[in-house]
């Protein structure tokens, strides 16, 4: 239990009625503005290549995770870098930049409507390994619900939860002798968005590795994957108070490229902030 004198919940004003409303009862149009709900989705042709693709999920990082490959006006699968890795991990050379996108894509995802209810979505971007929905607002025209909406919708919440009620969890470190593909087998192994650097507090992530590995593309490299760590570039998440609260936790994971914040104790990622949303 998060309190003793009150449960801390999440309570939004609605925008259609400006009454106190908690997720469980509202839907999308109820708690986010028209516009936060109606940024397109980034889309991508069937017959673009994965060079493209990690082009593209690269230039659109600060807005969402996710590319929808889009065929006849209509979504059939979704790219994010999870499936670039996973692709990397199966062929790791500068060949694979080359292949056809829908040799990786993933079929299976979902299209919302505006009116479903929030909790239901949230509920279910928490169980997945790849956070992001697809809202459609008519039948060509499609929106996005990725994990920065959802901190969007944390930024607006009235609650007492604070920095210091997210879970101290266990993050895989790796050193500058470890190779790319160990790194990605820790963050992989433990189910975690980063690995740290051991002794710092700097971190990469699936973003950052496949950052520096597009830049391989027309090397002769038999083994990207077995590249140094030390080769990549590391940020150091921002160092915030436990007296901060979960909106104010939001509204500066917004302003980065890669959402992540630190205590003094622990990590708090923007994965960490949907289970709480899914939590409440």
């Not at 009235?158 to 087998?185: C, H, L, M, W, Y």
């Not at 002769?220 to 436990?242: F, G, R, V, Y």
Request: charged share 25%; glycine share 2%; hydrophobic share 40%.
């Amino acid at each position: 239990m998060l309190g003793k004198s009150k449960p801390k919940s999440l309570v939004f004003q609605s925008l259609l009625n400006g009454e106190d409303i908690t997720l469980d009862v509202c839907s999308f149009e109820e708690v986010l503005p028209y516009s936060l709900l109606s940024i397109p989705v980034s889309t991508i042709t069937p017959h673009d290549n994965v060079w493209i693709a990690s082009s593209m999920l690269s230039r659109i990082a600060d807005v969402t995770n996710n590319l929808v490959v889009v065929e006849d006006e209509f979504p059939i699968g979704t790219i994010s870098t999870l499936e670039i890795i996973e692709g990397l991990q199966k062929n790791p050379t500068s060949s694979f930049f080359s292949e056809n996108i829908t040799k990786i894509m993933n079929p299976d995802f979902y299209i919302d409507s505006r009116t479903v209810n929030i909790s239901a979505i949230l509920d279910r971007m928490g169980k997945s390994k790849n956070p992001f929905s697809i809202i459609q607002n008519d039948k060509t025209s499609f929106s996005q619900f990725s994990v920065r909406q959802a901190l969007e919708i944390g930024a607006l919440c009235k609650t007492d939860i604070g920095a210091s009620s997210f879970a101290q969890k266990r993050i895989p470190r790796f050193s500058r002798d470890n190779t790319i593909s160990d790194i990605v087998e820790k963050i992989r192994k433990e189910q975690t968005e980063f690995a740290l650097l051991e002794d710092e507090f700097t971190f990469v992530n699936y973003d950052m590795i496949l950052e520096k590995l597009k830049e391989l593309n027309n090397t002769q490299s038999e083994d990207l994957l077995n590249l140094s760590a030390s080769t990549l570039k590391t940020i150091t998440p921002m160092l915030i108070s436990d007296k901060l609260s979960l909106a104010e936790i939001c509204r500066i994971m917004l302003n980065v490229k890669h959402p992540c914040v630190m205590t003094q104790d622990k990590i708090i990622t923007a994965r960490d902030v949907l289970e709480v949303l899914c939590r409440e």
